[in-house]
Every structure is written in C-alpha cells, then in structure tokens.
C-alpha cells in the first residue's frame, strides 16, 4: 500500500489540472483497493453543498451536476462529523438519500472519509461496493492517508486559482473564487495588488564541509564576498532611506556591525584556518547563530535568526557567483512581495511607490519586516504556514495586515468590500493623527498616560509619532544579542542615552537583561530541560552581579542631566531578590556618583509576571516604587500556555475570566499601598482590553505604537463610570469568548465598530 500510495501522490502532484488530478485519484483508489466506486464530492462553502466531481464507477453524466446540501445524505453526514464512516448496508442507513442520476443503489458498501486542509472541510471521497461488507482497518487508513494527500492538493489548487468551478443550484456557471489563507498580522492595514514571488539565491543548507586548496586564497575569497555583501546593505539602506528617518536606518547599521571583520568575519575566517572551505566555514557559523537565536523564547529575539541567515546567504551568493539582481521595472504597480522568508534587505529591492503590500510564509509580527513595514505603513501578514507561495506569482492578491489573512484571485464582491475597507482606514488615519497632541482623557474628566513598548530606536522614533507619552517597557537585550561577547559598559551606556534623549523628558523604563533558559546567548549558552521554568531573569543576574552592576551602571550614566530612567526588575518570584537586586542597584549609584556622575536615583519597580508574585503586591509594593503588569506572560503562566506552541496557541486567551480576576486584583493590592501600577501586553493594546484595564485602575497602559491612536481614541470617546459597569458586568462571566463577545456589542453600540472592527479577532 505504501508504494502504491507514493506512486499516486507522484502523479496527482504531477498534474497540471485539477480536474485531471482528481481523475486520476478516483481511478487509481479505485484499482488499489480493487474496489468498484471511487468517487469524490467538493464541498463548496457559499452554498453549503457538496458537488460529485470526479468518479470511477458511477455514471460519468452526473459529474459536476449532481450535488447533496451539506446535511443530507452520508456524504453530508461524513463532513458534518468529519470522521469516517463504514457501512455494510448503505441504503438502510437513516442518511442515506438516493439519487438516481448516479446509479449508486446497487451498492451496498459504503466508506467515507472528510477531506480536510487545517482545519477546512473541502470534501468527502467514498469508495463503494456491490457485496454488502465492512471495509476493514487497512483499507480505511489508505483511504484517510490518500484523502489527507489530496487535501494539500485542492488547497493548491484554490491559491493559485485553478480551482473547478463548482456549479451552484442559482448559477450553474459560477465561477469559483481564489482561496484565503491564514498567518500572523504583521503590519495593519489592506492592499489589493499583484503578487511577486522573491526567493533566496543561495542555499546554505546545501553546502557541504570541505578542505580548501589554499587556506589564504579561501580567506582571500571570503574577504570579496563579505564586501561585496556589506556594499548590498549598504545600497539597500541608502534605497530605502527617504521612506525610513535616519534613526529606522540604525537597524541597516545593526546589519553591518554583524558583518564588521571583528565580528562574522573573524569568526569564518577561523573556521577556514582549521581547514574548511570559505562555503562550509561560513555555513557552519551562520547556523550556529541561527541555532541560538531560534531556541530563545522571547519571539521578538526569536526572529533575529531569519536576519542572520539572510546575510549568511548575501554572503553565500557572492561566494557562489550567484548574486540576483532584479530590475526595478520588473515590478509591477502594486507589487505585493511574498517570499518564503522576508527580510528587511529584500524591501530595499522594490521601488518605494510600487511596494503596497508584504507576505512572509515564516516570520511573525516580531520580526524586523514587520517593524519595518508598520514604520512604512505597508500592510503585511507573517506565518502563512501552507501558503504555497511559488505559485502565486503574477496573481492578483489581498493583504488584510489586520487580521492577518491572505486572499488570491479575488471575486469582484470580495474585491469590492476590501476597497471599501482600504478607503474607510485612510479616513480613519486622518482623524487619528489629529488625536495626536491631545491627552488620553474621558468624557468625564478622567485622564490615563498611554506610553509604548520598544525595543530598537525604530520604535522609539515610530511611538512620538503615534503620540506616546513615555516608554513602559525597553527591552535591553538586543545589543546582547548583537554582540559576540557581553557588551562593554560604554556600549550599553551610548545604547541606552540614545533611548532617553529620544524621549526625554519623559519617563522611560529599562527592563534589566531578561534572558536564560532557551533565550540563551551565542556567548553565554543554557542547556535545560524545562527552560520555561528555569534559569532566567533576575535569577541569572542576580547570580553574576558583574553582569548587573554593569549593566545598571551604564543606565545611570546614560541618564545624566535626563533623569528621565526608570528600572524594572523581571521575572520576580519573592521579596529576596527584589532585596538583593536593590543593595546592588544603591551600590553601582554609589559607585556612579564617586566616579563624578551627577544622576539622581532612579525609580525601581517590578514585573508581575509569575502568578506568585501577584499574591504578595502588597510586600512587594512596599519595596519598589512602582509595579508593572507583564500581561503576556502572566497570561501564559497562569493558563499554563505556551503562546508560542502552535498546538496550544488557541488555549491562550487574554480575556479569560481567571486573568481577568488577577489584573483586578493586582490592582486592588497596589492602591492599598499607595503604588502606581502600569501594564505593558498585548492586552494594554486592544481597544477592548484598555476599556477594562482603565475600569480596574491601572495608572498606565504601555502597548505597541501601531495600536496607541485607536486606545486613545476609544478612551475619548467614554466615560469612565460607563467602562467601570462593563467591567462589573464582564467580571460575572464565565468564558473567554463570551467576555470578548460582550465587550465588542458594547463598543459597537457605542459607536466604535470603525475602531475595532480590524482588530476585534486580536
């Protein structure tokens, strides 16, 4: 069976039609099982009915004519269960309903089983017998094994747009719309446009290891290449420079530290000296990278990997003598890019007023695409896993960035309400900019600070713009990250003044280094077997206090004459290491001020973020200064979910009444002590979640810059005693679909279905 089963799985990828794939399947099932009927249904979801549309065994006139409503017979009942059925005695069966146009009632057995592609119902294929038998196991797992095969199949089909035409019962010519696929979004907003394909010159996984000829004409070579590369960044950088400020460019400058011959370089030219080829030494280190970074849990430091191996493959190009340049006029107006794996170089390749949209099949909304391409304003979606992207080339496409969905070949209605959608957003983002210079503020008089997360000097510049009033959360790993050792105190120090300059005089709050576990660096790697729950945060610093005095030193000096720093500790679990880590703190600021660093003493706060810290507010209050929620990762930790786990993604509900009742009350425990608390998280950043956390008391919300405007708009717009009766209300709930389902109807009813229709799914 398997071999039978590989043989048609080469052929029906083999077919260019569908039609003729979707034979050719009915007839070779039909003779592997020597069985009499193979046939296959389409399901076809604007009617709701299944259409026969490919058979071997019955008559060939009913094809593409006959058709069942979603609920009738045992085809209907197989896609309604979606599991298989096996039956010796089909017309007896209470489903069963006859159509004659078919000749299927000599037939007694009966198998079904669902075609299903993630999650989607496309079909049912049923085999058929006249001896009234069950099919047995062997038989039925082929079946389910080719149905699965042929899922992928129809799928591809549907993408590119070669779809059968189903014919519906109002219009038998109807013509079958272009398939939606689903991904991440990575930049809001919609564009309709044309697809073009970019793919990767080179393949580093390819490359073999082996002995170089000559060692120095091997460095010599390596040397050109690396160049050669550096020039590429360099030329991109400077195209996309008048659509970026000098500070986004930083992140091209990011690139070419990576490329420095004291960095990468050194590196390969090491591993060439102990006898390996310029190809294999440079494939070798840029997996290693790529290795570290994509064991990390943070995403944001995650999708650095897909950075590094595009410059590794840049590199590998030159080495290879296979640099791609593609003509300028080659794209096309409206170009929509999809590339297996985006990077911000690739957007240096097309003309700035062509570019409208971007589809990334890896990546997520951390990668630096997608911070690139929400400072662009160009709308994209990240992660559409089972796209196949090669073959959409040259077709007409949607982006909705918002949802993070992807259409091709579009119907006209479809077509027509995206446009609606694109015309409306840029009315919306005309009012939203004037909200830029005014207070978040009620109706009723009350006011609440909306500050931003941030986590290179791109977002920083992007947040003024949206009209942040400070920073909630500064990641300070990324120049970690982008070291082959720690960084020096002066490193850290010019890092973090530029930060504080950019928003001075507002308050900007540096999370100290949060890594460990599996968000390991190159230069200081961590093995574990549950790293979720293991060596990371403050319990690392804590543990290397050279780590941390230096690192808090370089933030005392980077605020002299700004004082605009605050500190925020992660990853707390007790009051001791809040006690530890402040004598450490008085302790650098001593050794600041002794150096002649006038710098007051900066705020210091924690991060609630593991369920034990939320039951001892009160003790850890009285230490700090202020509080600050984690809501992303307390969500985790109190559902027991990994966010990032595709399996349990759907588990992770940010409304759930348990995470709910905590936020409300970390609240109630600060206020008792008199300390400011904030939340930074997704949850600060969705319209409904703000209305809430506002209704709890949160003192401030920190979120992505993208989201700040409509938050502050939703805000604007209500009193705060009509969001303190919508919390009292959601409060008594008991499912998280159903709090989201209720907060929606009140803002809608409100008047902000414009704001949060996008957004309501996130």
């Known amino acids: 069976m398997l071999d039978i089963l590989r043989r048609i799985v080469q052929e029906v990828s083999a077919a260019t039609d569908l039609g003729d794939a979707l034979q050719l399947v009915v007839k070779r099932i039909r003779d592997a099982m020597h069985t009499e009927v193979c046939s296959v249904y389409l399901y076809d979801n604007d009617s709701r009915r299944y259409v026969l549309m490919a058979t071997e065994g019955l008559k060939q006139?009913?094809?593409?004519?006959?058709?069942?409503?979603a609920s009738q017979g045992l085809?209907?009942?197989?896609?309604?269960?979606?599991?298989?059925?096996?039956?010796?005695?089909?017309?007896?069966?209470?489903?069963?309903?006859?159509?004659?146009?078919?000749?299927?009632?000599?037939?007694?057995?009966?198998?079904?089983?669902?075609?299903?592609?993630?999650?989607?119902?496309?079909?049912?294929?049923?085999?058929?017998?006249?001896?009234?038998?069950?099919?047995?196991?062997?038989?039925?797992?082929?079946l389910v094994t080719m149905s699965a095969q042929l899922a992928g199949v129809i799928a591809h089909a549907e993408a590119t747009g070669h779809i059968l035409n189903i014919p519906t019962e109002n219009n038998p010519t109807e013509k079958r719309q272009g398939a939606r696929f689903n991904g991440a979004p990575g930049a809001p907003g919609v564009a309709i446009g044309q697809a073009f394909v970019i793919t990767p010159?080179?393949?580093?996984?390819?490359?073999?290891?082996?002995?170089?000829?000559?060692?120095?004409?091997?460095?010599?070579?390596?040397?050109?290449?690396?160049?050669?590369?550096?020039?590429?960044?360099r030329s991109l950088g400077k195209h996309l420079s008048s659509e970026l400020r000098p500070e986004e460019m930083a992140l091209f400058d990011v690139y070419l530290n990576m490329l420095d011959d004291n960095a990468l370089g050194d590196e390969v030219r090491a591993v060439i000296r102990a006898n390996n080829w310029a190809q294999g030494a440079l494939r070798q280190v840029i997996m290693q990278y790529v290795g570290h970074f994509q064991l990390m849990e943070d995403p944001y430091l995650r999708e650095r990997?897909?950075?590094?191996?595009?410059?590794?493959?840049?590199?590998?190009?030159?080495?290879?003598?296979?640099?791609?340049?593609?003509?300028?006029?080659?794209?096309?107006?409206?170009?929509?890019?999809?590339?297996?794996?985006?990077?911000?170089?690739?957007?240096?390749?097309?003309?700035?007023?062509?570019?409208?949209?971007?589809?990334?099949?890896?990546?997520?909304?951390?990668?630096?695409?997608?911070i690139l391409a929400r400072a662009m304003g160009v709308p994209t979606v990240?992660?559409?896993?089972?796209?196949?992207?090669?073959?959409?080339?040259?077709l007409e496409v949607i982006v909705d960035g918002y949802r993070g969905l992807l259409f091709s070949s579009p119907g006209d209605?479809?077509?027509?309400?995206?446009?609606?959608?694109?015309?409306?957003?840029?009315?919306?983002?005309?009012?939203?900019?004037e909200l830029r210079d005014l207070p978040a503020e009620t109706l009723d008089g009350h006011r609440i600070p909306l500050w931003v997360n941030t986590g290179l000097i791109t977002d920083a510049v992007r947040s003024l713009d949206r009209g942040a009033?400070?920073?909630?959360?500064?990641?300070?790993?990324?120049?970690?990250?982008?070291?082959?050792?720690?960084?020096?105190?002066?490193?850290?120090?010019?890092?973090?003044?530029?930060?504080?300059?950019?928003?001075?005089?507002?308050?900007?709050?540096?999370?100290?280094?949060?890594?460990?576990?599996?968000?390991?660096?190159?230069?200081?790697?961590i093995n574990e077997a549950n790293p979720f729950l293991g060596w990371r945060g403050i319990r690392i610093t804590l543990d290397h206090p050279e780590i941390f005095l230096v690192q808090i030193r370089a933030m005392l000096k980077a605020s002299v004459e700004l004082n605009n720093l605050r500190i925020m500790l992660p990853m707390i679990s007790s009051v001791g290491e809040v006690d530890e880590a402040l004598h450490l703190i008085y302790r650098a600021h001593a050794e600041v001020l002794e150096e002649g660093?006038?710098?007051?003493?900066?705020?210091?706060?924690?991060?609630?973020?593991?369920?034990?810290?939320?039951?001892?507010?009160?003790?850890?209050?009285?230490?700090?200064?202020?509080?600050?929620?984690?809501?992303?990762?307390?969500?985790?930790?109190?559902?027991?979910?990994?966010?990032?786990?595709?399996?349990?993604a759907g588990l992770y509900q940010a409304f759930h009444p348990a995470v709910l009742q905590a936020l409300q009350s970390i609240v109630l425990d600060a206020q008792a002590t008199n300390t400011p608390v904030s939340i930074c998280g997704e949850l600060a950043g969705n319209p409904l979640g703000a209305v809430l956390l506002m209704a709890m008391g949160y003192d401030v919300l920190s979120m992505n810059a993208t989201n700040l405007p409509k938050v502050k708009s939703v805000i604007r717009g209500i009193e705060r005693q009509w969001a303190e009766q919508l919390l009292r209300e959601v409060l008594t709930l008991d499912s998280a679909p159903i709090v989201v389902a209720t907060l929606q109807l009140a803002l809608e009813k409100a008047g902000f279905s414009r704001i949060i229709g996008p957004t309501s799914s996130h």
């Open 382 to 394: 990240m992660g559409v896993v089972d796209l196949p992207y090669a073959q959409l080339h040259g």
């Open 75 to 142: 085809v209907g009942l197989v896609g309604a269960r979606e599991e298989p059925l096996n039956i010796d005695n089909a017309p007896s069966h209470p489903h069963y309903f006859y159509l004659s146009e078919t000749g299927e009632e000599e037939f007694l057995s009966f198998l079904g089983v669902p075609i299903i592609h993630h999650k989607r119902l496309m079909g049912v294929m049923v085999v058929q017998q006249r001896e009234s038998r069950q099919f047995d196991e062997s038989e039925e797992a082929f």
């Open 61 to 69: 006139e009913a094809v593409g004519k006959v058709g069942l409503h």
């Open 597 to 648: 660093f006038l710098v007051d003493t900066p705020q210091v706060g924690v991060m609630i973020e593991v369920p034990a810290a939320v039951y001892q507010i009160k003790a850890l209050a009285q230490r700090v200064d202020f509080l600050s929620v984690g809501s992303n990762d307390l969500t985790q930790y109190l559902l027991a979910v990994d966010r990032n786990n595709p399996r349990v």
């Open 413 to 433: 209605e479809l077509r027509e309400q995206y446009q609606a959608v694109f015309e409306e957003e840029l009315a919306l983002q005309n009012d939203l900019q």
């Open 305 to 370: 990997s897909s950075d590094i191996r595009d410059l590794g493959i840049r590199i590998l190009a030159r080495l290879q003598g296979a640099e791609k340049h593609t003509s300028l006029d080659d794209f096309p107006d409206n170009t929509i890019l999809v590339s297996e794996e985006l990077t911000p170089a690739m957007l240096g390749e097309v003309p700035a007023d062509k570019l409208v949209g971007l589809v990334s099949v890896q990546g997520s909304s951390n990668s630096h695409v997608a």
């Open 201 to 233: 010159v080179a393949d580093l996984n390819a490359v073999a290891d082996r002995e170089p000829e000559s060692i120095d004409s091997e460095i010599a070579h390596f040397d050109r290449a690396l160049e050669g590369a550096r020039e590429e960044i």
């Open 469 to 525: 009033e400070g920073v909630g959360l500064y990641r300070t790993e990324v120049p970690f990250m982008m070291k082959d050792r720690f960084p020096s105190e002066s490193e850290q120090q010019k890092t973090y003044r530029q930060q504080l300059e950019t928003f001075a005089p507002a308050p900007v709050t540096m999370r100290t280094l949060d890594i460990g576990g599996d968000k390991a660096l190159p230069y200081f790697p």
